[in-house]
């Protein structure tokens, strides 16, 4: 998981309680009182939310509000936990902490992305195997923080990889991880549109970013496969200095 370098429970915008009131309690709620299941699962799936980097940790807050609000309803945990599977978020260089999303949040990263400095050893090594050209495109599922993670996004080393303010992916500014990181970002937006017109669950997370595509499914395999080998090589490097450190 990563952390970013702020104590993020010390920032809470004021906003934050106005969007939840705007835009999702009456999707879970009317006068005071939970909707029917089958109603909540479509108004929640009818919400697509694309963050980017403290939106990231904003989309969290509310999270926290609606788990809140479904307690305090009556909503079982087993429907809390369908409910909020059903809402994604598209999160572009998080500045949160991630692999905690009670949601189907997916977030992508570039390990050359500074701007967001994550202190601990998980994402330290990430930015070493970058460095050292041992990095390949990985996906990182789960508790491991749901994240795909790029080498680097743009060809140039003078753009910052944590602005990435278009999805024009023909453009030769992206490298060719930039490309597939965006196209899958991309893929992930217009699935999630197509099941909230067609009123079908939110598809499984292989389904989202390759949006029928056998290319793009292809590519997420090699992710899936590079992120066990980058997750294994990561453990044994923080494993070897814990020993050093010990041995000191």
Known sequence: M??????????????????????????????????????????IRNITIVAHCHGAYTFLKIEEMIQAKMRELGYSPAEMAFIQQQLLCVAHAPYCTLGISKS??????????YEVNYHNQFYTMVQQLSRDASLEFS?????????????????SQENDDHNIVDYNIASDKFSKYGKILLRFAANTIVSSVKSSINGTPLPPIKELVS??????????????KNGTAMYDTILQRISKTHQNVQGM
């Open 2 to 43: 990563y952390m970013s370098k702020q104590n993020m429970e010390d920032i809470n915008p004021q906003y934050v309680q106005q969007i939840f009131d705007t835009v999702f309690l009456p999707r879970i709620s009317s006068g005071g009182k939970r909707l029917p299941l089958p109603n909540v699962c479509r108004n």
């Open 104 to 113: 189907t949040m997916i977030s992508f990263a570039s390990a050359h992305d």
């Open 139 to 155: 996906w990182f599922p789960g508790r491991r923080g749901n994240v795909f993670v790029a080498p680097y996004i743009f060809n």
């Open 211 to 224: 949006d029928g595509d056998p290319n793009a499914a292809r590519y997420f395999e090699i992710a899936t």
